[in-house]
Each structure stands twice: as C-alpha cells, then as structure tokens.
C-alpha cells in the first residue's frame, strides 16, 4: 500500500499531492494551505470569476496566488484555473496532479456557487447552475480521481493505494434552508454521491468523506453580517477552523473513516449519525388502503409540531462548549 514516508508528526502529508477545488479564496485557501502545512504537495484550482453566483470573467489570479503563497511558504503548488462543472476541464484538473506530482493522493472539493431564490421564484438556471457547480463538479473530479486510484490499484496487481476524497456539503441540507432550495438539493446529492463513493472506493484502499462547514467567506458574507467578529482572537467564523479536520481527513491516521459526515466550525466538529427508522407500520391484508393508512398514520402525526420535519434544523445550535 502507497503511504507516505515517515517523516515528523507535523508533516503526515509528506510525500503526497492534493487537488483542492476552489482554492482561490475562502474555505478551499485555507484548506489548500493546511494541506502544504501538513506536506502535500497542491494544485490549486479555482475558475477565479468575482460574484459568488458565478457571474464574472474568470481569472487565474485567485489560484495563482495561493499557489505562489504555497511556494513561498516552501511548500509545492501549481494553479490550475479550469471549470469543475465541465467535465473534460475536470479530468485535466486530475491529470495536472499526475503529470506535475507523479500522482493524485488526496481530493478536496470545495467549489461553489450561490443562487438563492425561494422555490416558486427560481428559475431554471438557477437551479441548473447550482447543480451543476456544486454536485455535477463533485462528480466530474471524483469520477477522474476514482479511475486514476482503480488504475493505480490495478497495476499494483490488486493491491490497495492511497487516496482521499474530502466533499463539502452544507448544514443548509441538513436544515433545509427554504430560500436555497437548489443549494440544498445539490449538497444533499453530494452527501449521496459520497456515501456511494466510500464504498464503491473501499477495496482500492480509498476513502470518502463529506464535512459541512460554517465559516465566513464571500458565499456567506450576508448570510453572517450579524455576527460580530472578536476583537482578539481567531474568528470563530473563521475558515482557518474547519482546515485542520481537512487536513485530518486527508491523512494516513483517518483510515477508518470513511462514508462519515461531519458538522465543523468554530473550534468544533460534531459527527452526525444516520437516519433511524422512527416508526414502522404493516399492512393487516396484502396491500394498504386509503382507510388503513388514514387510521395508522393520522393519529401518528395528530400531535407532531407543524414545523418538525424530516430536516435536523438543531444542528443549527450546535456550537463549542
């Protein structure tokens, strides 16, 4: 199996590369440096365009920069300026990794757009670029890093390699967020294609993970303009907290993590349990009817509040401490 070499305690990552989608700013910047902190070798990609709902010229001056940051920090890095929606500028993305690293070890998708709009005033686009940015992006680079780890895997005669797929989803999902209804689609289908991932990837030596992150960036700058930052010390809003499980996640000791989501902010991770079946109910004859069903699960709502559903809006009161 394809570790990387033993090196000191604050280096694990020695040894290996990382391509860490929207890098240029916010979450992925932060996650882009942890990842040279820790030893990686990164391709810092971004498509650079201004507006968090995408709109713009893209640029290749965000990615370029944190890449030369990298570098000035003594690590490796190279920008990659490529769209992640569009899957052959994704499969470049990969490749990049390969011919500049010698290979593709950790993944760290991280690219986004915003486009809010409750659900009868969207439009089309809307809810098509969301999608596409956000869960076909996920895809495109999973899909590349999957066949590259499989090949890998394959030449070694079968034997496991080394990789890493770090998702981002959102607590928007797991609260449903009523004005982001295409954001929320798109990171609920990403927690999907991770778990789905995780253990198609499994036998490869490969793992996949997803974390929702809260920290304030230029996606979420509305969204936390109430929440003052402290006048000493780190922000607890601050993208520099959610690096560090990033990091984590990408390393040799998070082996046995896989197909996990994790809640992280604020000097705080929470791991979120699957779904349970809450209530069960069978049928007296072969099939339900109308009625049978009115008088079972009627009465089983009757008292429930009117706003409890399906969405876990307390992981929005969950903080340190």
Request: proline fraction near 5%; hydrophobic fraction near 40%; glycine fraction near 12%.
């Amino acid at each position: 199996m394809a570790l990387p070499q033993e090196g000191s305690p604050e280096r694990p990552l020695e040894g290996l590369s990382a391509v860490v989608t929207g890098a240029g700013r916010g979450l992925g910047r932060a996650e882009a440096l942890e990842l040279a902190r820790l030893g990686a070798a990164v391709v810092v990609n971004d498509y650079g365009r201004p507006g968090r709902d995408g709109s713009g010229a893209s640029s290749a001056g965000p990615a370029e920069e944190v890449a030369a940051e990298i570098r000035d920090r003594g690590g490796r890095a190279v920008a990659h300026t490529g769209d992640v929606s569009d899957f052959r500028q994704a499969r470049e993305l990969v490749r990049s990794a390969v011919e500049e690293f010698g290979r593709l070890d950790v993944l760290v998708n991280n690219a986004g757009i915003l486009r809010d709009r409750m659900v009868f005033s969207m439009t089309e686009d809307e809810w098509d670029s969301v999608i596409r940015v956000h869960l076909k992006g996920h895809f495109n680079t999973t899909h590349f890093a999957a066949a590259h780890w499989r090949e890998r895997s394959k030449a070694a005669g079968g034997e496991k390699v080394y990789g890493r797929i770090v998702n981002t989803s959102s607590e928007a999902f797991l609260a449903g967020s009523a004005g982001q209804p295409n954001y929320a689609a798109a990171k609920g289908g990403i927690v999907g294609l991770t778990t789905s991932t995780a253990l198609a990837l499994a036998k490869y030596g490969v793992t996949a993970n997803v974390i929702c992150p809260r920290a304030r960036t230029r996606m979420t700058e509305d969204v936390f303009a109430g929440f003052q930052r402290p006048d000493q010390g780190l922000d607890p809003l601050a993208p520099e907290h959610v690096a560090p499980l990033v990091g984590y996640l990408a390393a040799p000791a998070a082996a046995r993590v896989n197909g996990q989501l994790l809640v992280v902010h604020g000097g705080m991770v929470a791991i979120v349990e699957r779904p349970r079946v809450q209530a069960k109910f069978d049928s007296k004859q072969e099939t339900f009817t109308y009625d049978e069903l009115d008088a079972l699960l009627t009465p089983h709502y009757a008292d429930r509040p009117a706003g409890e559903t399906f969405a876990a809006a307390e992981v929005l009161g969950l903080t340190r401490g």
